[in-house]
Structures are given as C-alpha cells and as structure tokens.
C-alpha cells in the first residue's frame, strides 16, 4: 500500500505510459536496461519512483516536455515529508498520508466516535484501554497525534467530512459521565462547520446496510484515487480495486439513507447529552 495518493498515481501514469509505448514489461525494462522487477514494482506501486526513475523513463517513452515536468514533480511531491513523520512511532501505516490528501471523507462508525472528531479525554480512555493501560508515555504521544490529526478540518480548504454514527456510539459510557457530555457537545459543535456532516443510525432502523462493521471511504479529486480503509485486531485492510470500493460507496449511501437527517441527529445527540 503507498503511503500517498501522489505516489498511486504515478504508479499509475507510470504503466499508463508503457501501454501507450505498446511494450511488454521485459520490453520496457530493456529499453530501460533496468530489471524486469525492478519495473514491475514501480508500476505497482511496491517500490517509490524517483525523479530520477521518472526522468529515465520519459526518456525512454519519448514523452512530452509537459508531462515529464509533471510527472517529475509528482515524484517530487511523492517523498515530502508529512507533518505526521514527527509521529511515525505512533503512525506505522499508511492511512494517515491518505486521509491527508483526501477532499471528501465518509465514516461509518458503530463502535466509536470518530478519531477526527473526538475530544482528547474520550481519545485518552480508548488508547489507554487499547494499550492496556501501560507506558503514560506512550498513551501521552498517541493522544497528542490523534488530537494533531484533529486539525485537518479546520486547516484552509479543508476535506469533507460526513460521519454516520450508529446510535449506540452516542449511549456507550466511555470515560464516565463528564467525558461523554463532553464528547457529545463536541460533535453538536463540530456539526456547525460548513465541512462537517454528522447523521445518526437510530435503534429502530433494525437491520441494514452497515451490519458488518465500521469503515471508512477516502475520496479524491480522481476517483481512480478513491480508497475503502477497515480497521481491524489483525490488521487493516485498504481496499483500492474500483468494483469494490464503490460497493462500500453504495453501502455508505444506503446507511446515509437510513439515517436520520443531521437536524434530526442533532436532537438526538442533544437529548443523549441530557440522559
């Protein structure tokens, strides 16, 4: 899994112009005197391509002035440091740098409120419960990065945000009673920025759409960029094919659809708040 979108799509663009050659991979790599692996893993995205690998590759193809200067600076923006490295022990995969660069973000969530918007005490009783109450150290660093990751939705031209929390998110007593009002009137506050959508799955929904489990959509200006991210015990699970991220799409609409409408989930946060 690449740790960027920039890096998929240059991935991406990278075997787009080996097929506009009309060369096999062996073939190209040739004309590269490269490995053939060694190809295989820049177009697959397993390997990172420099600018120089971009460089010798439109030399190569033949390519347009024009393309190969954005395709040198795709490279270039492809290893840019995140301000998420300052994090990298608490940040190992890539779902970070991904949701970075996203410009709209679903969530369906039946456990938890969302990372993005939760307060730092309700953060603090999950990691600690997560990590088995250990190193304060280490449960301190994780707080302080989700609490950094906040900030991606209030930063200029900030990503879309549209929530879907099943209702017993909102009854679920992390933390005792303070926190959770706490927690509560956060995201009746977070519901006002105009890049905030917050919907709520009543009980009375019975069966639907969204019964095998939480998951997020990152979506990007290209949907061949579009990504499904399911976090799990044994590890998590980026679903890039096209069929089946827009299975997850179709899935999100349908739990959208069973919702209640954001004023109406308001008052049902509200009303929890006062229980």
Known sequence: MLNTVRQRRLA????????????????????????????????????????????????????AESVRAALVQLARDGTRQGWWTAYSDVFAGSYVGLEDEASLIKEWGVQLVPGLLQTEDYAREIISTRLGNGDAEQVYRRVMARMARKTLLGRPNPPELHAVLDEAVLHRPIG??????????????????????????????????????????????????????????????????PEHVTLYKMSFERICNAALTPDASQAMIAAAMKE
């Open 12 to 63: 991406r663009e990278i075997r787009s112009l080996r097929d506009a050659a009309g060369w096999t991979t062996t073939e190209a790599a040739q004309h590269l005197s490269w490995s053939k692996s060694r190809l295989n893993r820049l177009e697959t995205g397993v390997a990172k391509a420099t600018e120089q690998d971009v460089a010798e590759i439109c030399d190569v193809y033949k390519v």
């Open 176 to 241: 005792g009673p303070e926190v959770m009002h706490e927690q509560l009137r956060a995201l009746t506050i977070a519901a006002r920025r105009p890049n905030v959508t917050i919907q709520v799955l009543p009980f009375g929904v019975g069966v639907h759409a969204g019964m095998d489990g939480s998951f997020i959509l990152l979506e990007y200006a290209d949907p061949a960029d579009d990504v499904a991210y399911v976090a799990g015990t044994a590890g998590d699970v980026y679903v890039e094919n």
